[in-house]
C-alpha cells in the first residue's frame, strides 16, 4: 500500500530535549516535505526536500533541521525544542510539487 | 506580501446543494493550483490539480476552476452529502515549494 508513515504519532516532551521524528514513504518520491499546523494559521512548510541530499528552507524553518540520506527517509530533527514548537507536524511526499502530495498522518507535538 | 486567502468563516449548506468555495491569491503567478481535503486529526488528501492553462477541471461530483486573472479558484461540490463535511484546502506553486491557504470549513447538514 502506497503510504507515508510517520512516528511518533504524539509525543510529550520538554523544553531542550533533543528529539527527531520519522517520516518515510514507500512510493519512490523524489520531493518531500514537513509542515507544521496551527489554528488559524493552516499548514506552513519548515523544510522540504528536492532529492537525496537537496533540502531547503520552508517558510518556518527557525529551530527545525532535517536530512535526506536516502530517498525514502526524511527525518524531522528538533534540537532544542521550545514551547513555541508545540504543534502537529505532517510530512508529505510527491513526485514534484506539481503533482499530488501525499501526506502522512501527523505526529502531535507538546513541548512543555 | 504574498497572501493565500479562503472563506475563514464555515460554510453551512443543505444536503443535496452545491457548496463553492473560494481560494483568492495575490502577489503569487502559480502554474497550478491544487485543493486537498482534510477531516480532523488526519493529514490533507489530495482531490484535485488545475494547471494555469486550464479553466476547468472535473472528478465526479467535484469542479475547480482557475482564473489567472482575477487570481481566483473556485471549488465545487454538487449534490452534496453530510460525508463531504471536512475543511478544504488550496494550495499553490510557490516555486520549489507548495503554499497552503488557511482553508475553509465545510458542513453539509441533512
Known amino acids: 500500500e502506497a503510504q507515508v508513515t510517520q512516528n511518533p504519532r504524539y509525543l510529550i516532551t520538554v523544553t531542550g530535549k533533543k528529539l527527531t521524528v520519522t517520516c518515510s514513504q514507500n512510493?519512490?518520491?523524489?520531493?518531500m516535505s514537513w509542515y507544521r499546523q496551527d489554528p488559524g494559521l493552516g499548514l506552513r512548510q519548515i523544510y522540504y526536500s528536492m532529492n537525496v541530499e537537496v533540502t531547503d528552507k520552508g517558510d518556518v524553518p527557525e529551530g527545525y533541521k532535517v536530512s535526506r540520506k536516502e530517498k525514502r527517509n526524511f527525518p524531522l530533527i528538533l534540537e532544542s525544542p521550545s514551547p513555541n514548537q508545540t504543534s502537529l507536524y505532517f510530512c508529505?511526499?510527491?513526485?514534484?510539487?506539481?503533482?499530488?502530495?501525499?501526506f502522512g498522518p501527523g505526529t502531535r507535538l507538546t513541548v512543555t | 506580501s504574498q497572501k493565500i486567502e479562503q472563506n475563514s468563516e464555515a460554510l453551512n449548506i443543505q444536503e443535496g446543494k452545491t457548496a463553492t468555495l473560494t481560494c483568492n491569491y495575490t502577489?503569487?503567478?502559480?502554474?497550478?493550483l491544487q485543493w486537498y481535503r482534510q477531516d480532523p486529526g488526519r493529514g490533507p488528501v489530495f482531490l484535485l490539480l488545475?494547471?494555469?492553462?486550464?479553466k476547468e477541471k472535473r472528478k465526479e461530483r467535484l469542479k475547480v476552476t482557475f482564473d489567472t486573472t482575477l487570481k481566483q479558484s473556485l471549488f465545487h461540490i454538487t449534490a452534496s452529502q453530510p460525508a463531504d463535511s471536512a475543511t478544504y484546502l488550496c494550495?499553490?506553486?510557490?516555486?520549489?515549494?507548495?503554499?497552503f491557504g488557511a482553508g475553509t470549513i465545510l458542513r453539509v447538514k441533512s
Open positions: 508529505a511526499s510527491g513526485p514534484s510539487t506539481d503533482y499530488e502530495q501525499y
Open positions: 488545475i494547471r494555469e492553462n486550464e
Open positions: 494550495a499553490l506553486e510557490g516555486g520549489n515549494k507548495l503554499v
Open positions: 502577489n503569487y503567478s502559480p502554474a497550478y
Open positions: 512510493m519512490n518520491h523524489e520531493y
